[in-house]
């Protein structure tokens, strides 16, 4: 029985994502956890909302899946999800899928810099580095 009771970032990993600096920590905002694949992630974002009545916070593709299997996964995930879907490409840019105030869900084009910046925000990644602008 797991006592654990944050919320949850589901992460798909493909064979190509580079390893991230997740922050697995025990106090860490969000509890990570991993599925190896797309078909994985399906099954315990379905199984985790229904069955083990668990709190998704937020869903991340890292490079486990085509564009078209992520707009899939958007038309048909359960009405009770009103987490973050983020797809991750393989230049670091993506697409960041989120509930606005009406319940409608939103698309987000996000580049490298972005989608870095919101992994490091939701304190899911160590912080990013500073860039001074001259």
Do not use: C
């Amino acid at each position: 029985m797991n006592n654990d009771h944050r919320r949850i970032t589901l992460v798909a990993r493909g064979p190509a994502s580079p390893p991230r600096e997740w922050n697995l920590a025990s106090d860490a905002h969000s509890r990570v956890i991993f599925a190896d694949g797309f078909s994985l992630l399906q099954y315990a974002l379905r199984n985790a909302m229904t069955e083990f009545d668990r709190d998704v916070e937020r869903v991340i593709l890292d490079r486990a899946t085509t564009a078209t299997q992520y707009l899939d996964l958007l038309a048909t995930l359960p009405h009770e999800f009103t987490g973050d879907i983020m797809l991750v490409r393989h230049d670091d840019s993506g697409f960041l899928s989120a509930t606005g105030r009406g319940g409608d869900r939103l698309l987000y084009s996000l580049k490298s810099d972005d989608l870095l910046f919101y992994l490091a925000a939701q304190g899911l990644v160590g912080a990013m580095p500073l860039r001074l602008i001259a």
